[in-house]
């Protein structure tokens, strides 16, 4: 560990002709040192708590700690030794609370790595933008296995990334008419409302906790070949009106939709393949859990949907773009809509159909509603 009286200042690494901001400084020990410590370009990593002034909560001040724009200070938490939701609430809130050029500056990036996490993380603080001269909106990312919660009345308006794990909130709120408080902040702009979900392969997923609500933040599937879980853990209506945003990296993903809970999820904005990849990279669809979802847009999507549990409900007869469906046994397709919708393929618990009508009177148990599927020939 680092000992003494002096600071520890990140610049970053020089570049052929200018300083540029990448490069990481981990730090892993017991550091005693009392001096500041101030991040100017790059990522400054935190391995355990110990490692921030020996886990002194006092030092961990605005005073003592600056994150400069477009620079990022990574803490571990959940593990032997790492950060707790209690030192997270504590940290973010003195960094935030009163800034002078110092502190979380406008634009830095605070990020949570819980790959050690054995339980959810649970931040209860009450997070803002950073307030004072060179403060302002923040970016907040979550990088790692594990789970990490917001419970707080939270203001802050900056951007949520989510590049592995699990977010878990009881509110996302909206931009236009939204709260001044909720689990996910209070978003400002379109931009700064819009959620980057993934990066690498494997999965992310959301947990909604709440009593139900209505949100346009846009979701933004930023990953390469992975799978975006939208858990509705909560009761009531969960409405999300945004067309996703799936720039894909030439990648294909999967939308997996779960809840065992009375709780409604409804996706009303539409669902596309990866934009950067037409007619190569799919969005596919899965529906797990006891819960109910429900598509209401008209989607474009071509990858395969399986309802493996549940009930996937389709009120719109273009729900379903042009997909291959798979229903498993003791699943259930609802077409709440008058007509037909056409897909390429129907499998019902393993069972290719021949082309032809489906309704819910041929295949009792499998589909519900009024309308009909059109299985290409």
Same mark, same amino acid.
């Given at each position: 560990?680092?000992?003494?009286?002096?600071?520890?200042?990140?610049?970053?690494?020089?570049?052929?002709?200018?300083?540029?901001?990448?490069?990481?400084?981990?730090?892993?020990?017991?550091?005693?040192?009392?001096?500041?410590?101030?991040?100017?370009?790059?990522?400054?990593?935190?391995?355990?708590?110990?490692?921030?002034?020996?886990?002194?909560?006092?030092?961990?001040?605005?005073?003592?700690?600056?994150?400069?724009?477009?620079?990022?200070?990574?803490?571990?938490?959940?593990?032997?030794?790492?950060?707790?939701?209690?030192?997270?609430?504590?940290?973010?809130?003195?960094?935030?609370?009163?800034?002078?050029?110092?502190?979380?500056?406008?634009?830095?990036?605070?990020?949570?790595?819980?790959?050690?996490?054995?339980?959810?993380?649970?931040?209860?603080?009450?997070?803002?933008?950073?307030?004072?001269?060179?403060?302002?909106?923040?970016?907040?990312?979550?990088?790692?296995?594990?789970?990490?919660?917001?419970?707080?009345?939270?203001?802050?308006?900056?951007?949520?990334?989510?590049?592995?794990?699990?977010?878990?909130?009881?509110?996302?709120?909206?931009?236009?008419?939204?709260?001044?408080?909720?689990?996910?902040?209070?978003?400002?702009?379109? $931009?700064?409302?819009?959620?980057?979900?993934?990066?690498?392969?494997?999965?992310?997923?959301?947990?909604?906790?709440?009593?139900? $609500?209505?949100?346009?933040?846009?979701?933004?599937?930023?990953?390469?070949?992975?799978?975006?879980?939208?858990?509705?853990?909560?009761?009531?209506?969960?409405?999300?009106?945004?067309?996703?945003?799936?720039?894909?990296?030439?990648?294909?993903?999967?939308?997996?939709?779960?809840?065992?809970?009375?709780?409604?999820?409804?996706?009303?904005?539409?669902?596309?393949d990866p934009i950067d990849r037409t007619g190569k990279a799919t969005t596919s669809i899965i529906k797990s859990g006891s819960g109910k979802w429900v598509f209401s847009a008209e989607n474009t999507y071509t990858g395969p949907t399986m309802v493996k549990q549940g009930t996937l409900a389709?009120?719109?007869?273009?729900?379903?773009?042009?997909?291959?469906?798979?229903?498993?046994?003791?699943?259930?397709? $609802?077409?709440?809509?008058?007509? $037909?919708?056409?897909?390429?393929?129907?499998?019902?618990?393993?069972?290719?159909?021949?082309?032809?009508?489906?309704?819910?009177?041929?295949?009792?148990?499998?589909?519900?509603?009024?309308?009909?599927?059109?299985?290409?020939?």
């Amino acid at each position: 560990g680092m000992t003494g009286s002096g600071g520890f200042t990140q610049i970053g690494p020089i570049g052929a002709f200018s300083r540029i901001n990448v490069g990481e400084v981990v730090l892993w020990g017991t550091n005693t040192y009392t001096g500041p410590t101030t991040v100017h370009m790059g990522t400054l990593i935190l391995k355990k708590a110990a490692s921030l002034y020996n886990a002194d909560l006092a030092s961990w001040t605005a005073s003592k700690i600056t994150v400069h724009p477009t620079a990022t200070l990574q803490i571990s938490a959940g593990g032997p030794g790492e950060f707790t939701g209690e030192h997270i609430s504590a940290l973010i809130s003195n960094l935030t609370a009163s800034v002078n050029e110092n502190g979380l500056q406008s634009r830095s990036v605070f990020c949570v790595d819980t790959s050690k996490a054995t339980s959810p993380i649970i931040v209860n603080a009450n997070i803002s933008d950073s307030n004072g001269t060179g403060g302002g909106a923040f970016i907040i990312k979550k990088i790692g296995a594990g789970i990490l919660q917001f419970s707080g009345n939270n203001s802050f308006t900056g951007q949520m990334i989510i590049e592995g794990g699990a977010l878990s909130f009881a509110s996302l709120n909206s931009v236009a008419n939204g709260n001044k408080t909720t689990s996910l902040g209070a978003p400002s702009s379109v $931009e700064h409302g819009e959620i980057f979900i993934g990066k690498a392969d494997g999965e992310c997923t959301l947990i909604y906790t709440g009593q139900g $609500e209505t949100s346009d933040r846009v979701m933004n599937l930023a990953g390469k070949n992975s799978t975006v879980i939208f858990d509705h853990a909560g009761t009531g209506l969960l409405k999300l009106t945004s067309a996703f945003v799936i720039s894909g990296y030439g990648h294909s993903k999967t939308i997996m939709l779960k809840g065992d809970t009375a709780g409604v999820g409804e996706l009303a904005g539409a669902i596309i393949d990866p934009i950067d990849r037409t007619g190569k990279a799919t969005t596919s669809i899965i529906k797990s859990g006891s819960g109910k979802w429900v598509f209401s847009a008209e989607n474009t999507y071509t990858g395969p949907t399986m309802v493996k549990q549940g009930t996937l409900a389709i009120t719109n007869a273009r729900g379903l773009g042009m997909s291959a469906v798979t229903i498993l046994k003791e699943a259930v397709l $609802e077409l709440n809509f008058t007509g $037909e919708v056409k897909v390429r393929s129907l499998t019902l618990d393993g069972k290719i159909q021949s082309p032809g009508l489906y309704d819910a009177a041929r295949v009792p148990g499998f589909l519900k509603g009024t309308g009909v599927i059109n299985v290409q020939p």
